[in-house]
């Protein structure tokens, strides 16, 4: 199920919240839900936005590695497929797609890993279907899965630091706005959340966090702009899905996280991605 702008209209009345309404609606962001539906790898389209399987990709993008391990491949995501949404203006291009690797491993007991995010703007007859990489393959190949797209509202956690500029703990309205906020949870219901944009789902305090303190800790980095949460922006949200076959440590999320003004630009230099779990 997804959530519109009525039906959260209506849900903030009910929970006695209309005098803030406006601040309630200025916090959630529109996303896209993506729903999965298995389907061998041959019978989706080369290109096609996709989940697992292999990618499709051009000559000059190689595929991943990491300590001489390939990186597992989570998805591809063509940028055409987002255009009828009216979600362009966060793009740079729509004739472009967007590939997710990631290598996750068990590090003295903290799910962590690395991610590799490669855009490519081209001639789209020039992709092709790769195979497994010649080498001793330890990672997963996930469950290929096509994609459908469905515009959806998602509603800013009261862990995120945009939240606070608008509700103080100390404030009466902050208990009726977690109320609503479980409320939306429980009318969503429990099947996965993977989407595109939007506010992520947080299962600990927001992933922009860890993104801007990623860049704090680094001494050689001087740029105040990718070390403020508030400057980040959710690319893709992947979900513990059995389906799928992902986990993220124990019933965790993964997030794909970019700087917004880079995320303009085509520029993924600086893109971050976060394990969070239960």
Same mark, same amino acid.
């Given at each position: #199920?997804?959530?519109?702008?009525?039906?959260?209209?209506? #849900?903030?009345?009910?929970? /006695?919240?209309?005098?803030?309404?406006?601040?309630?609606?200025?916090? %959630?962001?529109?996303?896209?839900?993506?729903?999965?539906? /298995?389907?061998?790898?041959?019978?989706? &389209?080369?290109?096609?936005?996709? *989940?697992? +399987?292999?990618?499709?990709?051009?000559?000059?993008?190689? $595929?991943?590695?990491?300590? !001489?391990?390939? $990186?597992? *491949?989570?998805?591809?995501?063509?940028?055409?497929?987002?255009?009828?949404?009216?979600?362009?203006?966060?793009?740079?291009?729509?004739? &472009?797609?967007?590939?997710?690797?990631?290598? &996750?491993?068990?590090?003295?007991?903290?799910?962590?890993?690395?991610?590799?995010?490669?855009?490519?703007? =081209?001639? #789209? &007859?020039?992709?092709?279907?790769?195979?497994?990489?010649?080498?001793?393959?330890?990672?997963?190949?996930?469950?290929?899965?096509?994609?459908?797209?469905?515009? /959806?509202?998602? $509603? %800013?956690? $009261?862990?995120?630091?945009?939240? %606070?500029?608008?509700? +103080?703990?100390?404030?009466?309205?902050?208990?009726?706005? !977690?109320?609503?906020?479980? @409320?939306? =949870? !429980?009318?969503?219901?429990?099947?996965?959340?993977?989407?595109?944009?939007?506010?992520?789902?947080?299962?600990?305090?927001?992933?922009?966090?860890?993104?801007?303190?990623? *860049?704090?800790?680094?001494?050689?980095?001087?740029?105040?702009?990718?070390?403020?949460? @508030?400057?980040?922006?959710?690319?893709?949200?992947?979900?513990?899905?059995?389906?799928? +076959?992902? +986990?993220?440590?124990?019933?965790?999320?993964?997030?794909? %996280?970019?700087?917004?003004?880079?995320?303009?630009?085509?520029?993924?230099?600086?893109?971050?991605?976060?394990?969070? !779990?239960?």
């Amino acid at each position: #199920m997804t959530l519109t702008w009525f039906e959260l209209s209506a #849900m903030i009345d009910d929970f /006695e919240l209309t005098h803030r309404k406006e601040d309630i609606l200025e916090l %959630c962001q529109s996303s896209l839900r993506i729903q999965l539906t /298995e389907t061998p790898d041959n019978e989706i &389209s080369v290109g096609a936005s996709k *989940f697992g +399987g292999m990618p499709d990709l051009p000559p000059q993008i190689k $595929f991943p590695e990491y300590e !001489r391990q390939p $990186f597992e *491949f989570i998805a591809q995501i063509n940028l055409a497929d987002i255009e009828p949404f009216a979600l362009k203006r966060k793009l740079p291009s729509t004739t &472009s797609i967007i590939y997710f690797f990631y290598k &996750s491993y068990d590090d003295n007991l903290q799910w962590v890993g690395k991610e590799a995010i490669y855009f490519y703007t =081209g001639n #789209m &007859s020039e992709i092709q279907r790769v195979s497994r990489p010649n080498m001793v393959y330890e990672g997963r190949i996930y469950q290929p899965c096509k994609v459908t797209l469905i515009w /959806e509202l998602t $509603f %800013c956690d $009261f862990l995120d630091s945009a939240y %606070c500029e608008y509700f +103080g703990d100390t404030d009466n309205d902050d208990k009726k706005y !977690r109320e609503l906020f479980w @409320a939306v =949870g !429980r009318l969503l219901g429990l099947e996965p959340i993977h989407q595109i944009f939007g506010n992520p789902q947080s299962i600990q305090d927001s992933p922009f966090e860890d993104c801007s303190n990623s *860049f704090i800790q680094k001494a050689d980095i001087r740029d105040a702009y990718l070390k403020n949460p @508030a400057n980040w922006e959710l690319l893709l949200q992947i979900d513990t899905d059995k389906k799928f +076959g992902t +986990g993220w440590g124990d019933n965790g999320r993964l997030f794909f %996280c970019i700087p917004r003004h880079e995320l303009k630009q085509g520029i993924f230099d600086n893109a971050i991605a976060v394990i969070q !779990r239960y």
